[in-house]
């Protein structure tokens, strides 16, 4: 019991805990002054992410792609690099599975795999481009993967149009039943939710994720590079080499992320008038995680049930969604703001120390 007590009094849970509290706290207050209640407000998103299997089932759904670009930001900065284009490889991931799905019939187990490894690996050169800008001509990865982004944007509907998308029609062919990968059961069990493998998949690759960085070789030069990459040339590693391969695999966690939405939600790939957006939560998830493979777990399950829920704060306690932003803004305001988190953090850490002395 007193290892449990320990595990949750350590400062690196209990800041991001008094994080979220205050975030959530700072909502509170702004709702009251527009003149909404805040209590019934949460209790509203809690009712419509807890309310239903099928409430419940969805989040799940919500939660899988912010735990793919989560990992894409938190790689890549883990390696010293900031992946802002974690929206394009998503996009990009989203092609390549819409082209696998609806071009090819084969088996299913060959076909499902096919289209999931075919988002990585275009989500992973997408991202790799960026990282080769960087190294052979130093341009900044924040410029290019901002550009690639929206150049990811209007390749996707150029392709679609061009190749995919029926006369007429605004979205694509429906890929293959042998290239879906939706749970039949599970969503049968949750009210007909969309879910499917690809929330396993999103768990196995955090675990990629620390084994890759903390437990290989080549993670440690990936590390390496990221802290000082003059010491590490310095040291024999191929900075450049680790730059590219850095962004390739912060692109393929992106990538799946949009495999999987086209292979277990949508089945189909529309014409898009926007960016979907999850690239840019991601951001926000890896800030939240402390770019760790388990907090960004955690952080998008924050993520996912603050938006999904958002809906139930809508409409069951009439809170605007700019409000509701609000809410979510603060809560990554209070993680990023570490400095003052502490100040609120640093009486219960004294308390702990007088009572180890």
């Known amino acids: 019991m007193n290892r449990v007590i320990a595990v949750f009094t350590k400062e690196s849970f209990l800041v991001p805990l008094v994080a979220i509290i205050l975030g959530l706290l700072t909502g509170a207050i702004a709702m009251l002054a527009g003149g909404f209640n805040p209590i019934k407000a949460y209790m509203a998103l809690l009712e419509k992410v807890f309310g239903s299997a099928y409430n419940f089932g969805e989040t799940i759904r919500q939660i899988t792609p912010l735990i793919f670009t989560g990992l894409a930001v938190a790689f890549a900065f883990r390696t010293g690099l900031f992946n802002i284009g974690a929206e394009g490889q998503f996009i990009v991931g989203m092609i390549a599975s819409t082209a696998v799905g609806v071009s090819f019939d084969l088996p299913a187990y060959i076909h499902a795999p096919l289209a999931v490894i075919a988002g990585a690996v275009a989500g992973g050169l997408w991202g790799s481009i960026a990282g080769y800008l960087k190294a052979a001509r130093g341009v900044n990865e924040v410029i290019t993967s901002i550009m690639l982004n929206w150049v990811a944007l209007y390749l996707a509907n150029w392709v679609m149009n061009a190749f995919f998308v029926p006369a007429g029609q605004q979205r694509s062919e429906m890929i293959h039943d042998s290239a879906v990968i939706t749970i039949g059961w599970l969503s049968t069990m949750f009210d007909s939710a969309r879910l499917h493998w690809g929330t396993l998949i999103a768990v196995l690759a955090a675990i990629f994720f620390y084994v890759i960085l903390w437990k290989t070789k080549s993670g440690y030069e990936l590390r390496a590079v990221g802290l000082n990459p003059h010491a590490s ?26 495999a999987c939405e086209i292979l277990g939600v949508f089945h189909y790939q529309a014409i898009m008038t926007a960016q979907p957006g999850y690239g840019f939560d991601g951001i926000a998830v890896a800030l939240i995680g402390g770019n760790t493979p388990l907090g960004v777990v955690l952080g998008a399950i924050l993520f996912g049930i603050l938006t999904f829920g958002a809906a139930g704060m809508k409409f069951g306690a009439g809170v605007p969604v700019e409000l509701i932003r609000v809410v979510i803004a603060s809560v990554i305001f209070f993680v990023a703001a570490h400095g003052i988190v502490k100040i609120f953090v640093k009486p219960i850490m004294k308390k702990k120390k007088e009572g180890g002395n």
């Open 233 to 258: 040339e310095y040291a024999g590693m191929n900075v450049n080499r680790n730059v590219v391969k850095a962004m390739f695999i912060g692109g393929m966690f992106a990538g799946i992320g949009g």
